[in-house]
């Protein structure tokens, strides 16, 4: 039998950024990670503004600096029959330090945190270690039972112990959690495309012949989100790759004569869920992430969301852990800090899902074959201050959050 005092189920994003700033606040931590390493493609690499700021905030902007990655700083869709390229939204219009998006390939963005969390006495990450069962005694959770990869097992009690492991976690069925399911009408497509110098920068929508397509920018290549109907990815594979390619260049003509997908295994489904656990916490547990809301990719601010959890969190349970005071108030205090954001982001990807994406989809709204802009997009064309609020929608969200004083470095 182990202890700790915060044991972290799940290595990713919110996972890793909780228990470097808790280990930095001199809190000892515990990460459990089941991989045995970050290498997983499509996992989502895009880094906020508001993480940025968080970073710098402790003293590894240089270090992400040295990373391969993209800044995008604009987002634009193709309108008209000639491809007009209309900036919906501009970042660099935004007064402020990080007025991008960096697209980091993940499993750098959490080796970096990881080897700063390394750093800290109070910090253990074990990889190949899968938390397998919540320890449950006295109606609160005291641990979890876990199992590594050489088949051993073992026991880890925690004074508290927090879900980070995603929209899989086997803490949401749980049923005093209450988990809400949201019905979505898409699932989405991951694949990659050749880019050339003189192709489009930034992100790129594209919204026609009832597609819907976002394209990011990744210096010779695009990672493209092509959004489908719900349930019929199965269908759509049964044609040869080679009609898949045929559709992308009826749609995208600028991709014509470049070698695009070799193998339906190139592309990678993301199965949309929207929902969220209507409580967050029992005794002992607190769910945050998507363990605690599972996003739309709409916007492309499930990981940004989650890392400021991780950062509410750290700023809640830091000194009452450190301290040994942790009451129930302090955990419940978390979800009250982030409830309001998530509630609010996901009613607006559910507006999203049924006044734009669902009429995509069935052809009534095209760009492609639209002799006048949409009224939106008049407005900003008149008003170009209006491209400013997509960007800082997407780069703050509600509300920033602020990391414990001792996690700070120069």
């Given at each position: 039998m182990?202890r700790?005092?915060c044991?972290?189920?799940?290595g990713?994003?919110?996972?890793v950024v909780l228990?470097?700033?808790?280990?930095?606040s001199?809190v000892e931590?515990?990460?459990?990670?089941k991989h045995?390493?970050?290498?997983r493609d499509?996992?989502?690499d895009?880094v906020?503004?508001?993480?940025?700021?968080?970073?710098?905030d402790?003293?590894l902007?240089?270090?992400?600096d040295e990373?391969?990655q993209?800044r995008?700083?604009?987002?634009?869709?193709?309108v008209?029959?000639?491809?007009?390229?209309?900036?919906?939204?501009?970042?660099?219009r935004?007064k402020?330090?990080?007025?991008?998006?960096?697209?980091?390939?993940?499993?750098?963005?959490?080796?970096l945190?990881?080897?700063?969390?390394?750093?800290?006495?109070?910090?253990?990450l074990r990889m190949?270690?899968?938390?397998?069962?919540?320890?449950r005694?006295?109606?609160r959770?005291?641990?979890?039972?876990?199992r590594?990869?050489?088949?051993s097992?073992?026991?880890?009690?925690?004074?508290i112990?927090v879900?980070?492991?995603?929209?899989?976690?086997?803490?949401?069925?749980?049923?005093?959690?209450?988990l809400?399911?949201?019905?979505?009408?898409?699932?989405?497509?991951?694949?990659?495309?050749?880019r050339h110098?003189d192709d489009?920068?930034?992100a790129i929508?594209l919204?026609?012949d009832?597609a819907f397509?976002?394209m990011?920018?990744r210096?010779?290549y695009?990672q493209?989100?092509?959004?489908i109907?719900?349930g019929t990815?199965a269908?759509g594979?049964n044609?040869p790759?080679e009609?898949f390619?045929a559709d992308?260049v009826?749609k995208?003509p600028?991709?014509?004569g470049?070698?695009?997908?070799?193998?339906w295994?190139?592309?990678k489904?993301?199965?949309v869920?929207?929902?969220?656990?209507r409580?967050?916490h029992?005794?002992?547990?607190?769910c945050?992430?998507?363990?605690?809301?599972?996003?739309s990719?709409v916007?492309?601010?499930?990981?940004?969301?989650?890392?400021?959890?991780?950062?509410?969190?750290?700023?809640y349970?830091?000194?009452?852990l450190?301290?040994?005071?942790?009451?129930?108030?302090?955990?419940?205090?978390?979800?009250?800090r982030?409830?309001?954001?998530t509630?609010?982001?996901?009613?607006?990807?559910r507006?999203?899902?049924?006044?734009?994406?669902?009429?995509?989809?069935?052809?009534e709204?095209?760009?492609?074959?639209?002799?006048?802009?949409p009224?939106?997009l008049?407005?900003?064309?008149k008003?170009?201050?209006?491209?400013k609020i997509?960007?800082?929608?997407?780069?703050?969200?509600?509300?920033?959050e602020?990391?414990?004083?001792?996690?700070?470095?120069?």
């Amino acid at each position: 039998m182990e202890r700790t005092t915060c044991c972290i189920v799940g290595g990713g994003p919110a996972g890793v950024v909780l228990g470097l700033l808790l280990a930095r606040s001199g809190v000892e931590v515990t990460v459990l990670e089941k991989h045995g390493d970050f290498l997983r493609d499509f996992r989502g690499d895009t880094v906020h503004p508001t993480t940025l700021h968080l970073l710098d905030d402790l003293g590894l902007a240089e270090r992400l600096d040295e990373l391969p990655q993209r800044r995008l700083n604009r987002v634009s869709v193709p309108v008209g029959p000639n491809d007009e390229l209309f900036a919906l939204g501009d970042f660099s219009r935004l007064k402020m330090k990080y007025n991008y998006i960096a697209m980091v390939p993940q499993w750098d963005f959490l080796d970096l945190l990881a080897d700063a969390g390394k750093q800290e006495p109070c910090f253990d990450l074990r990889m190949n270690t899968e938390a397998t069962e919540l320890i449950r005694e006295g109606g609160r959770v005291n641990g979890v039972r876990y199992r590594t990869s050489d088949g051993s097992t073992g026991e880890l009690r925690a004074t508290i112990t927090v879900a980070c492991d995603g929209r899989k976690s086997f803490v949401r069925t749980m049923p005093e959690l209450g988990l809400q399911d949201f019905p979505t009408p898409m699932d989405v497509r991951w694949f990659r495309v050749p880019r050339h110098p003189d192709d489009p920068v930034g992100a790129i929508g594209l919204i026609r012949d009832r597609a819907f397509m976002a394209m990011l920018d990744r210096g010779d290549y695009f990672q493209v989100a092509q959004i489908i109907a719900k349930g019929t990815d199965a269908q759509g594979r049964n044609r040869p790759v080679e009609e898949f390619n045929a559709d992308l260049v009826h749609k995208i003509p600028w991709l014509a004569g470049r070698d695009l997908v070799a193998d339906w295994d190139d592309v990678k489904l993301l199965h949309v869920t929207l929902d969220r656990l209507r409580k967050w916490h029992v005794p002992g547990l607190l769910c945050i992430g998507d363990a605690a809301h599972a996003m739309s990719p709409v916007g492309g601010i499930g990981i940004n969301l989650a890392v400021q959890d991780a950062v509410a969190a750290a700023r809640y349970l830091a000194g009452p852990l450190r301290e040994g005071r942790l009451e129930r108030k302090h955990v419940a205090a978390v979800q009250r800090r982030r409830w309001p954001t998530t509630v609010l982001i996901q009613r607006l990807q559910r507006v999203i899902h049924d006044n734009v994406i669902t009429p995509a989809l069935h052809g009534e709204i095209d760009f492609g074959n639209t002799a006048r802009l949409p009224l939106p997009l008049r407005a900003t064309a008149k008003l170009p201050w209006l491209r400013k609020i997509p960007p800082y929608v997407l780069a703050y969200g509600a509300v920033r959050e602020r990391p414990p004083e001792a996690a700070l470095r120069p």
